[in-house]
Protein backbone atom coordinates (compact mmCIF):
# COMPACT_ATOMS: atom_id res chain seq x y z
CA UNK A 1 0.00 0.00 0.00
CA UNK A 2 2.96 2.61 1.32
CA UNK A 3 4.47 1.24 -2.18
CA UNK A 4 1.37 2.38 -4.61
CA UNK A 5 1.28 5.87 -2.58
CA UNK A 6 4.62 6.43 -3.27
CA UNK A 7 4.62 5.52 -6.74
CA UNK A 8 1.28 8.18 -7.30
CA UNK A 9 3.11 10.72 -5.45
CA UNK A 10 6.38 10.38 -7.69
CA UNK A 11 4.43 10.45 -11.22
CA UNK A 12 2.62 13.79 -9.67
CA UNK A 13 5.69 15.64 -9.39
CA UNK A 14 6.41 14.87 -12.63
CA UNK A 15 4.74 17.98 -14.10
CA UNK A 16 1.24 19.03 -15.75
CA UNK A 17 -0.03 16.87 -19.04
CA UNK A 18 -0.18 18.60 -22.13
CA UNK A 19 -4.10 18.94 -22.07
CA UNK A 20 -3.60 20.48 -18.80
CA UNK A 21 -0.97 22.83 -20.16
CA UNK A 22 -3.21 23.95 -23.13
CA UNK A 23 -6.49 24.51 -20.64
CA UNK A 24 -3.96 26.82 -18.56
CA UNK A 25 -3.03 28.61 -21.58
CA UNK A 26 -6.52 29.23 -23.00
CA UNK A 27 -7.33 30.49 -19.61
CA UNK A 28 -4.67 32.96 -19.10
CA UNK A 29 -5.22 34.09 -22.66
CA UNK A 30 -9.22 34.73 -22.23
CA UNK A 31 -7.99 36.90 -18.81
CA UNK A 32 -5.46 38.70 -20.55
CA UNK A 33 -7.91 39.77 -23.48
CA UNK A 34 -10.93 39.94 -21.28
CA UNK A 35 -8.36 42.94 -18.82
CA UNK A 36 -6.97 44.47 -21.77
CA UNK A 37 -10.56 44.83 -23.26
CA UNK A 38 -11.42 46.46 -20.48
CA UNK A 39 -8.53 48.76 -19.78
CA UNK A 40 -8.87 50.23 -22.89
CA UNK A 41 -13.02 50.29 -23.11
CA UNK A 42 -12.14 52.91 -19.47
CA UNK A 43 -9.42 54.51 -21.15
CA UNK A 44 -11.75 55.59 -23.94
CA UNK A 45 -14.80 56.42 -22.00
CA UNK A 46 -12.69 58.38 -19.89
CA UNK A 47 -11.16 60.01 -23.20
CA UNK A 48 -14.83 60.60 -24.33
CA UNK A 49 -15.79 62.18 -20.74
CA UNK A 50 -12.69 64.57 -21.11
CA UNK A 51 -13.85 65.81 -24.61
CA UNK A 52 -17.19 66.29 -23.46
CA UNK A 53 -15.93 68.54 -20.46
CA UNK A 54 -13.70 70.47 -22.72
CA UNK A 55 -16.34 71.29 -24.90
CA UNK A 56 -18.78 72.35 -22.23
CA UNK A 57 -15.89 74.39 -20.75
CA UNK A 58 -15.55 76.05 -24.29
CA UNK A 59 -19.02 76.87 -24.75
CA UNK A 60 -19.02 78.66 -21.08
CA UNK A 61 -15.73 80.74 -21.87
CA UNK A 62 -16.57 81.55 -25.16
CA UNK A 63 -20.88 83.03 -24.21
CA UNK A 64 -18.77 84.62 -21.54
CA UNK A 65 -16.39 86.12 -23.85
CA UNK A 66 -18.89 87.49 -25.65
CA UNK A 67 -21.12 89.01 -22.73
CA UNK A 68 -18.53 90.50 -21.11
CA UNK A 69 -17.01 92.15 -24.36
CA UNK A 70 -20.64 93.64 -24.84
CA UNK A 71 -21.21 94.97 -21.29
CA UNK A 72 -18.48 96.78 -21.69
CA UNK A 73 -18.62 98.35 -24.73
CA UNK A 74 -18.95 102.08 -25.85
CA UNK A 75 -22.04 103.52 -27.56
CA UNK A 76 -22.01 104.54 -31.18
CA UNK A 77 -24.70 106.31 -32.92
CA UNK A 78 -25.59 105.12 -36.15
CA UNK A 79 -26.34 107.51 -38.67
CA UNK A 80 -29.42 108.52 -39.19
CA UNK A 81 -31.05 106.89 -35.77
CA UNK A 82 -31.50 108.70 -32.83
CA UNK A 83 -30.81 106.39 -30.32
CA UNK A 84 -27.73 105.54 -28.77
CA UNK A 85 -27.06 102.19 -29.42
CA UNK A 86 -23.96 99.55 -28.25
CA UNK A 87 -25.09 97.24 -30.76
CA UNK A 88 -25.67 97.98 -34.42
CA UNK A 89 -25.97 96.77 -37.62
CA UNK A 90 -22.79 97.97 -39.28
CA UNK A 91 -21.16 97.19 -43.22
CA UNK A 92 -17.70 97.37 -43.26
CA UNK A 93 -16.01 99.14 -46.58
CA UNK A 94 -13.55 96.51 -47.64
CA UNK A 95 -14.47 94.82 -50.74
CA UNK A 96 -14.96 91.21 -49.29
CA UNK A 97 -17.45 92.13 -46.89
CA UNK A 98 -19.06 94.88 -48.64
CA UNK A 99 -23.18 94.46 -48.88
CA UNK A 100 -22.91 92.14 -46.01
CA UNK A 101 -24.14 94.13 -42.74
CA UNK A 102 -22.68 92.47 -39.30
CA UNK A 103 -24.01 92.95 -35.58
CA UNK A 104 -21.30 95.44 -34.40
CA UNK A 105 -19.87 97.08 -31.16
CA UNK A 106 -17.03 98.77 -29.95
CA UNK A 107 -14.75 98.79 -27.01
CA UNK A 108 -12.74 101.16 -25.69
CA UNK A 109 -10.05 99.01 -25.65
CA UNK A 110 -9.67 95.33 -27.43
CA UNK A 111 -9.88 92.48 -25.26
CA UNK A 112 -6.58 90.13 -24.37
CA UNK A 113 -7.55 88.07 -27.09
CA UNK A 114 -7.68 90.36 -29.80
CA UNK A 115 -3.94 91.62 -29.67
CA UNK A 116 -1.72 93.28 -32.41
CA UNK A 117 0.55 93.30 -32.80
CA UNK A 118 1.88 92.70 -29.51
CA UNK A 119 -0.68 95.10 -27.45
CA UNK A 120 -4.37 95.74 -27.13
CA UNK A 121 -5.72 98.61 -29.37
CA UNK A 122 -8.03 101.60 -28.46
CA UNK A 123 -10.91 102.11 -29.72
CA UNK A 124 -11.82 98.92 -31.72
CA UNK A 125 -14.72 98.20 -34.00
CA UNK A 126 -15.78 94.47 -33.43
CA UNK A 127 -18.26 92.48 -35.70
CA UNK A 128 -19.82 88.77 -35.43
CA UNK A 129 -19.08 86.93 -38.36
CA UNK A 130 -20.42 83.80 -38.85
CA UNK A 131 -19.69 81.05 -41.48
CA UNK A 132 -21.81 77.86 -40.94
CA UNK A 133 -18.47 75.80 -42.70
CA UNK A 134 -16.33 77.51 -40.41
CA UNK A 135 -17.68 78.61 -36.96
CA UNK A 136 -17.88 81.95 -35.78
CA UNK A 137 -15.44 84.95 -36.23
CA UNK A 138 -14.68 88.69 -34.77
CA UNK A 139 -13.91 90.58 -37.46
CA UNK A 140 -11.57 93.41 -35.38
CA UNK A 141 -10.37 97.13 -36.39
CA UNK A 142 -9.18 100.63 -34.26
CA UNK A 143 -10.69 103.65 -35.50
CA UNK A 144 -7.29 105.33 -34.96
CA UNK A 145 -5.92 103.14 -37.58
CA UNK A 146 -4.99 105.69 -40.76
CA UNK A 147 -6.10 102.74 -43.04
CA UNK A 148 -9.40 101.47 -41.05
CA UNK A 149 -11.69 102.61 -43.96
CA UNK A 150 -10.02 101.16 -46.60
CA UNK A 151 -8.36 97.87 -45.34
CA UNK A 152 -10.17 94.71 -44.48
CA UNK A 153 -10.81 93.92 -40.76
CA UNK A 154 -8.76 91.39 -39.00
CA UNK A 155 -10.17 88.26 -38.40
CA UNK A 156 -10.22 86.09 -35.44
CA UNK A 157 -11.73 82.88 -35.22
CA UNK A 158 -13.80 82.73 -31.77
CA UNK A 159 -15.50 79.27 -31.93
CA UNK A 160 -15.30 75.82 -34.38
CA UNK A 161 -18.14 74.51 -33.47
CA UNK A 162 -20.30 77.36 -33.79
CA UNK A 163 -23.04 75.71 -36.52
CA UNK A 164 -25.54 77.84 -35.74
CA UNK A 165 -27.53 81.75 -34.87
CA UNK A 166 -30.79 82.64 -34.20
CA UNK A 167 -32.16 85.91 -33.38
CA UNK A 168 -34.41 86.74 -30.70
CA UNK A 169 -37.64 89.53 -31.12
CA UNK A 170 -40.05 90.76 -28.70
CA UNK A 171 -43.61 90.78 -31.04
CA UNK A 172 -45.29 93.65 -28.82
CA UNK A 173 -48.06 94.23 -31.41
CA UNK A 174 -50.92 92.87 -29.83
CA UNK A 175 -50.50 93.51 -26.19
CA UNK A 176 -47.60 94.41 -24.25
CA UNK A 177 -47.81 92.08 -21.25
CA UNK A 178 -48.49 88.74 -23.50
CA UNK A 179 -45.86 89.62 -25.98
CA UNK A 180 -43.88 86.57 -27.15
CA UNK A 181 -40.65 85.82 -28.28
CA UNK A 182 -40.09 85.05 -32.57
CA UNK A 183 -37.16 83.52 -33.47
CA UNK A 184 -36.09 83.93 -36.63
CA UNK A 185 -33.02 82.08 -38.73
CA UNK A 186 -32.36 85.12 -40.59
CA UNK A 187 -32.11 88.79 -38.95
CA UNK A 188 -36.05 90.68 -39.94
CA UNK A 189 -35.62 93.36 -42.33
CA UNK A 190 -37.07 96.87 -42.26
CA UNK A 191 -39.30 98.11 -45.27
CA UNK A 192 -36.32 99.94 -46.60
CA UNK A 193 -34.22 96.75 -46.51
CA UNK A 194 -32.10 97.57 -43.26
CA UNK A 195 -31.76 94.78 -40.67
CA UNK A 196 -34.04 95.06 -37.10
CA UNK A 197 -31.61 95.13 -34.28
CA UNK A 198 -32.89 91.76 -32.22
CA UNK A 199 -33.09 91.41 -27.98
CA UNK A 200 -31.33 88.51 -27.98
CA UNK A 201 -29.32 86.22 -29.83
CA UNK A 202 -28.62 82.49 -29.63
CA UNK A 203 -25.27 80.35 -30.52
CA UNK A 204 -25.25 76.92 -31.46
CA UNK A 205 -22.87 74.90 -30.61
CA UNK A 206 -22.00 71.17 -31.60
CA UNK A 207 -19.54 68.63 -30.81
CA UNK A 208 -19.50 64.77 -32.03
CA UNK A 209 -23.27 64.67 -31.89
CA UNK A 210 -23.82 66.91 -28.57
CA UNK A 211 -25.38 70.64 -29.02
CA UNK A 212 -25.41 73.18 -26.65
CA UNK A 213 -27.23 76.53 -27.09
CA UNK A 214 -26.75 79.42 -25.36
CA UNK A 215 -28.03 83.35 -25.26
CA UNK A 216 -26.26 86.52 -25.51
CA UNK A 217 -28.59 89.45 -24.57
CA UNK A 218 -27.99 92.90 -26.92
CA UNK A 219 -28.48 95.88 -25.16
CA UNK A 220 -30.77 98.44 -27.19
CA UNK A 221 -30.27 101.48 -25.12
CA UNK A 222 -27.14 102.85 -23.70
CA UNK A 223 -27.39 105.95 -21.18
CA UNK A 224 -23.53 105.94 -20.51
CA UNK A 225 -21.20 108.70 -22.10
CA UNK A 226 -19.41 108.14 -25.66
CA UNK A 227 -16.04 107.67 -25.40
CA UNK A 228 -15.28 110.19 -28.39
Known amino acids: ?14 GF ?17 ATTTFIFSMGELWGRGANVWLFQKHVRGVSRFLEQSIQATSWKLPQGEEEQTPVYWYEWSSREYRNRSLLTFEMERSPG ?24 FMLWRSR ?20 GV ?11 EDAE ?27 EGQEEKRQVVLPTIFNGLPIF
Do not use: H
Open 181 to 207: WEVQDDPEKEADGSYLLPQRIELVFEY
Open 113 to 136: VLVWPESRLPYVVCSLEFEKSEGL
Open 17 to 33: TLLEVMVSVFIGATLLV
Open 1 to 14: MRFGLRNGMARSRK
Open 166 to 176: KYYYIDYEEDE
Open 144 to 163: LEQDFEEESPRRTLISPFVT
